[in-house]
Structure formats: C-alpha cells, structure tokens
C-alpha cells in the first residue's frame, strides 16, 4: 500500500510538471517581446513615405525642373509651379553638378579637363551641354556651352538641348534669334559669329534661315 502511495504521488507530480514544460517550450505561443513590437512598428507602419517631406530648397527629382540656358549662367524652372531658380556663374561645381544632372533625369556628366584653358568641363553628350569650372579651390562654374555637333543622335537620348527662356537655343534661326533679341552678326575666325545681350553662338551661313550650331555664354574654351 505504501509502494501504491508513492506510485499515486509520482503521478500527480507529472501532471503537475508536463503543463508547464508544455507552456514554457512551445515558442510560437509565446508573444514577441515588447522592444521588438516596438522596432516593427516604427519601421513600417510609422515611417512617413519618403516624397512626403522632401528636404527644403532642394530639386533632386528627375522631372521636378527644366533646364534653361541665360548670359549670367543657368537657371531651373520649376514643375508645375513655374517659379525658377538661378544657378549664376560663381557657384560652387558640386552644388551646380548635383541641381543639373536632377533637372537631365539625373544623367552623370563626363568630367574632363582642358589644360591649355586652365579649366576643367563637365559634358552631357545627351544634350550637348558642357559647363566649365575655374581650377580655383571652389571650382567655380564660369560658362557653357551646347553645341549640336555633340549632341547624341541616338532615338534613346534622354532630353533636348537646353535653351533660353525665350526658346533660343541650338536650332534655332538666325530670324529667330533677331527676333527675341537686339544681336549683331558678324564673320570672325570661327565663322558666321554672333552676340546678343551677352549670349554667342555660330550660324550655319549669314541666311536668315541659317540655324544656331553652337551657343555659349561666359568663359568657354574655343580655337579661335
């Protein structure tokens, strides 16, 4: 009877202890810990969408500016709202190169340098655009240039050559240039040569139908 005892007690003994291996072993019925509940939802379900607070005065989006060409250096004009923001001769090359290659769908330029100008170039062979930097500690940008010649003729290319605000560009007529500004043509060593407010470029011939082939404004590298 005593052996019957201690068997009977045994027993109840496992029935006791097999419940709690049961709760403690099994890991899928256990919760998560309160710190990691914590972690998943600040990584999904409260982190804001990442074009929700784009930072402040920054256009480094591919569609968020056109690019337009004037005789003081760049400007960005702004989509949709139209506003613009001038990127003058004197900026720093890396805050300019970063504004410029968001407004071309974010197109690396090829980086160079002209040893024989003392300066040093950023190219889209896209557009044609080039940009040129003083070899200063800034690299300040000091000029562009569009010439067609060196525009990518390929159906992939990935925009136009940029242009004035009024429309000006590479391609354009010499009527057309006549038209939206007070220019003077004339023949120099580099051929049918002309100025408007600051602006230059060659034509084609002397026609008025004659088309821009190559535009610059500020300090560029040419072979007279």
Same mark, same amino acid.
């Given at each position: 009877?005593?052996?019957?005892?201690?068997?009977?007690?045994? !027993?109840?003994?496992?029935?006791?202890?097999?419940?709690?291996?049961?709760?403690?072993?099994?890991?899928?019925?256990?919760?998560?810990?309160?710190?990691?509940?914590?972690?998943?939802?600040?990584?999904?379900?409260?982190?804001?969408?990442?074009?929700?607070?784009?930072?402040?005065?920054? %256009?480094?989006?591919?569609?968020?500016?056109?690019?337009?060409?004037?005789?003081?250096?760049?400007?960005?004009?702004?989509?949709?709202?139209?506003?613009?923001?001038?990127?003058?001769?004197?900026?720093?090359?890396?805050?300019?190169?970063?504004?410029?290659?968001?407004?071309?769908?974010?197109?690396?330029?090829?980086?160079?340098?002209? +040893?024989?100008?003392?300066?040093?170039? !950023?190219?889209?062979?896209?557009?044609?655009?080039?940009?040129?930097?003083?070899? *200063?500690?800034?690299?300040?940008?000091?000029?562009?240039?569009?010439?067609?010649?060196?525009?990518?003729?390929?159906? *992939?290319?990935?925009?136009?050559?940029?242009?004035?605000?009024?429309?000006?560009?590479?391609?354009?007529?010499? !009527?057309?240039?006549?038209?939206?500004?007070?220019?003077?043509?004339?023949?120099?060593?580099?051929? +049918?040569?002309?100025?408007?407010?600051?602006?230059?470029?060659?034509?084609?011939?002397?026609?008025? *139908?004659?088309?821009? %082939?190559?535009?610059?404004?500020?300090?560029?590298?040419?072979?007279?």
């Amino acid at each position: 009877m005593a052996m019957l005892r201690d068997v009977r007690a045994c !027993a109840a003994a496992l029935l006791v202890i097999v419940p709690v291996l049961l709760v403690a072993c099994d890991g899928s019925a256990a919760p998560k810990p309160p710190v990691a509940a914590v972690v998943d939802h600040r990584d999904t379900a409260s982190r804001p969408a990442a074009t929700a607070t784009p930072p402040p005065a920054t %256009v480094d989006t591919p569609h968020a500016a056109l690019l337009a060409v004037e005789a003081e250096g760049l400007r960005l004009v702004l989509v949709p709202s139209g506003s613009t923001r001038q990127l003058p001769f004197g900026t720093p090359r890396r805050r300019l190169l970063e504004m410029v290659t968001a407004s071309v769908r974010g197109e690396a330029p090829e980086l160079g340098e002209n +040893i024989d100008c003392r300066a040093t170039v !950023a190219s889209w062979r896209t557009s044609g655009l080039q940009l040129w930097f003083a070899t *200063d500690t800034a690299a300040r940008f000091i000029g562009w240039s569009v010439a067609a010649g060196a525009i990518d003729p390929t159906p *992939d290319a990935r925009g136009p050559a940029p242009t004035t605000m009024s429309g000006i560009g590479v391609g354009s007529t010499r !009527a057309e240039v006549e038209s939206a500004y007070s220019a003077k043509v004339r023949k120099s060593t580099l051929g +049918i040569e002309f100025n408007a407010g600051g602006l230059a470029g060659l034509l084609a011939s002397e026609r008025a *139908d004659a088309r821009i %082939v190559h535009f610059w404004a500020g300090q560029v590298c040419l072979a007279r």
